[in-house]
């Protein structure tokens, strides 16, 4: 089946840097890749929808200076959180939509990525 | 818009066991269905689809049925093994867009 890929799978960083997460289609090409974010013991929460070629769209309260999404090819999706504080450690996860022709537009997802900020 | 809740937010079954999570959908002209199963610490994996001009569908050990006249999807598994532990939910697509359930977590107990 289709892959997604996330990269890193764990990071750690210090508070005030800024770090970045790779999220790639390894078998098809993506024109819409999402990211979430999600608690312990909690449901996906998407923070936005990132579009091939344009600007991502962010739901509401998901600061979009924050969260910086960059969808610069058909296979690649980067979120890169900048000044990351504590309270941004969390399961960051992507997913893509498969629209080839015998996909039926399914989504899959990355195998997440964890944030710690110290 | 669209609605797409769980009826059981736990689930523990014996080991051996069928098991069967629910989602229920609001939106008559929702024509694919999904259900992801997510382990702790990883992200969802795709386990099963099914289009809206089908009832039932079955793969290794899990079926999904729908039930369109009710707005009701199911994920039966069956013989569950304590590796079927996770958070199941479903996603459905109406439109465009995919909305998310916010999953079951199934427990087997050996």
Request: with cysteine; proline share 3%.
């Amino acid at each position: 089946g289709a892959v997604v890929s996330q990269h890193p799978s764990w990071v750690i960083c210090k508070s005030g840097t800024s770090v970045k997460i790779e999220c790639r289609s390894l078998d098809f090409q993506a024109t819409t890749m999402f990211w979430y974010r999600q608690f312990p013991k909690q449901s996906l929460m998407l923070m936005a929808t990132s579009n091939e070629g344009s600007k991502a769209t962010y739901e509401q309260g998901v600061e979009k200076d924050k969260f910086l999404i960059n969808h610069a090819s058909l296979t690649l999706s980067t979120l890169t959180v900048t000044s990351a504080h504590p309270e941004d450690s969390s399961f960051y996860i992507c997913s893509a939509r498969d629209q080839g022709a015998h996909s039926g537009n399914t989504i899959y997802f990355g195998e997440g990525s964890w944030l710690t900020v110290v | 818009g669209e609605s797409v809740g769980l009826h059981l937010p736990t689930l523990s079954v014996q080991e051996g066991d069928n098991s069967i999570i629910n989602c229920a959908y609001s939106n008559s002209a929702s024509d694919y269905f999904i259900w992801y199963k997510q382990e702790s610490g990883k992200g969802p994996q795709f386990i099963i689809d099914i289009r809206s001009n089908m009832d039932k569908r079955q793969g290794q050990r899990v079926t999904v049925l729908l039930n369109k006249t009710v707005k009701h999807l199911s994920l039966q598994i069956a013989a569950t093994q304590p590796g079927d532990s996770a958070v199941y939910f479903c996603a459905i697509r109406g439109g465009n867009q995919f909305y998310f359930g916010t999953g079951t977590s199934l427990t087997v107990i050996p």
